[in-house]
């Protein structure tokens, strides 16, 4: 019997080669998400996509019975470093706070699969 339990939104794409998120006794890992929302819709500017990467990320969370507060660390990827300064502002209203302890966070400029993508975020998430 295998530990790991993977994690999906229903209705989300199956057949895929990864799992959108894997729940390991109690940590949750959260695959890189994006700017795209449930319509298949890509904003143009970076603090809207990353707004809704996080929320990707959010409902993954929350359907593995966590919340936002239980992330541990980010990994965000970005397309341009000039796109730095927005990236923050927007992560910074799910994160940021004196009432809140931020998780831990790396960013690197790396090139997307797809260059609509502006930035992409991954998560460790303790349950």
């Known amino acids: 019997m295998s530990k790991k339990e993977k994690i999906t939104l229903p209705g989300a794409e199956s057949g895929l080669c990864y799992s959108p998120a894997i729940r390991y006794g109690d940590v949750l890992y959260v695959a890189g998400q994006v700017g795209m929302d449930e319509q298949g819709r890509v904003p143009s500017d970076i ?51 004196a009432h809140n302890v931020a998780p831990a966070r790396y960013t690197v400029i790396a090139p997307p699969v797809d260059d609509v993508y502006l930035v992409e975020i991954a998560m460790i998430v303790g349950l």
């Not at 541990?72 to 706070?97: H, I, S, T, V």
């Open 47 to 97: 603090q809207s996509q990353t707004a809704v990467a996080i929320e990707n990320a959010k409902k993954l969370i929350e359907a593995a019975g966590g919340s936002l507060d239980d992330v541990l660390m980010c990994r965000c990827f970005l397309q341009k470093k000039e796109d730095f300064a927005g990236m923050n502002e927007a992560y910074a209203k799910f994160f940021g706070g």
